[in-house]
């Protein structure tokens, strides 16, 4: 399929111009697919991987019909995590940058339920969250949803893995029949069929690949000792020496035996699982995000609606127990045309889950020896993070930080990375050279006329 430009579609020309702006030219196929449905306001299933460019498939459509006159709640996006949902509302704060007054709310759990209920308050036009929190707040009259528009429904799959069937199942009764309901999933097993035929009037089917293609993903198989797997798993981190990998492990106790068994070896290590909560797990994907950690090792169910751009490595500890969780795991790397390297490490007793992952990717495995690797020589992250005391209360900007880590006689603009700024706090990345100069920057000067404490994460 050719790929088609944006200015093909009859959308507003703010949204024209902002697309021009960020350099969205053409459109994804799962793009060119669902967005002719979207803005027909038909109902819709899209099937596609992470990646695929489906935020803007559905945010287009929903900006195109948004009445920014009325502050009722128009369209409500469900995302299985948070983290997936703070991604498709920064995507669809980007995308709306050039229409006057959008007002976009995330609200998921884990935090604070009191500036939740504030922000509803003064009213917005697009929600986007996760059930769990959707429900609680429908239950105390806090959000309503008489005018809702449209329903998306972000990896579905995934929120009924996770059991959240029953929270989707209120929310949707608490919304008009009238509305369009917008499904998608990277894939389509018998429970999102029955889901789609009760809560979707005559919908329009699209199904798309990813952006990757398998031939840009390298596997590799390597059958292993199973007392040596993690000296083995050690070993190709240092022959390869990502920036950005992902180790996925089965089981919750793996991810934090091998987190620690990494460090110990000198990796910048940082596990994703459970028990963190949610302070935690912010600090850890900010670390990863803004290569300041090395390897991210997580569960399956930790990383879901992680989309993390420029992955390097996927390495599986294990085998998956399904394939299709295998095709899933290794397509995080190899996006948007790039190259990518997937590793399989299993033992004798674990051959046999190889024939399913050669049943679903049309492909024979033959393991390989393990290459000879010393582990000598740094192989340390390219950036730090440092944590500043003070976020969003204090009215921060990314701008306030990038500003005062760069006046006067402070660090060049290409010394510094990624800044998030949350409510109480704010991470910034900086070159692990210029780490002590951005020290002693921040510590000295102020940030909006305010002194702030500063320390750097290990």
Sequence with gaps: MSQQSFSLLPLKAEILRNLESLEYHQMTPIQQDSLPVV???????????TGSGKTAAFGLGVLQALDNSSFQVQTLVLCPTRELADQVAQELRRLARLIPNV???????????????????????????????????????TLRLGQLRTL?????????????QAAVDTIVAETPKSRQTLLFSATYPKEIELIAGRIMRDPTRVEVAALHQDSTIKQHFYEVKEE?????????LYHYRPTSAVVF???????????????????????????????????TLVRFANQSASVLVATDVAARGLDIAGLDLVINQRPTKEAQVHVHRIGRTGRAGESGVAITLF????????????????????????????????????????????????????????????GGEGLSGDEVGKI????????????????????RQLS????????CRVRQLR
Excluded: W
């Design 420 to 439: 998030r700024v949350f409510d109480f706090c704010t991470y910034v990345a900086v070159g692990r050279s210029a780490a002590r100069d951005a020290v």
């Design 228 to 236: 040596s797997r993690d000296d083995a798993l050690t070993a190709l």
């Design 249 to 283: 492990c089965n089981t919750r106790q793996e991810v934090k035996d091998l987190e620690t068994r990494l460090q110990q070896a000198g990796i910048a290590a940082v596990a994703l699982h459970g028990e963190l909560d949610q302070r935690q797990r912010d600090e």
């Design 39 to 49: 803005l027909a306001g038909r109902d819709l299933i899209a099937q596609g991987k």
């Design 347 to 406: 033992n004798e007793r674990e051959r046999f889950r190889l024939a399913a992952i050669e049943a679903q990717m049309d492909m024979i495995i033959t393991d390989e020896p393990l290459p000879n690797v010393r582990m000598d020589g740094e192989y340390r992250p390219p950036m730090v993070t440092l944590q500043l005391d003070v976020g969003k209360k204090q009215k921060i900007r990314p701008g306030d930080v990038l500003g005062a880590l760069t």
């Design 152 to 164: 998306v429904l972000d990896e579905a799959d995934r929120m009924l893995e996770m059991g959240f």
């Design 444 to 451: 000295a000067g102020k940030i909006k006329g305010r002194s």
């Design 103 to 141: 007002k976009i709310l995330t609200l998921c759990g884990g935090m604070p339920l009191g500036p939740q209920i504030g922000s509803l308050e003064h009213g917005a036009h697009i929600v986007v969250g996760t059930p769990g929190r959707i429900e609680e707040h429908l239950r105390k009259g």
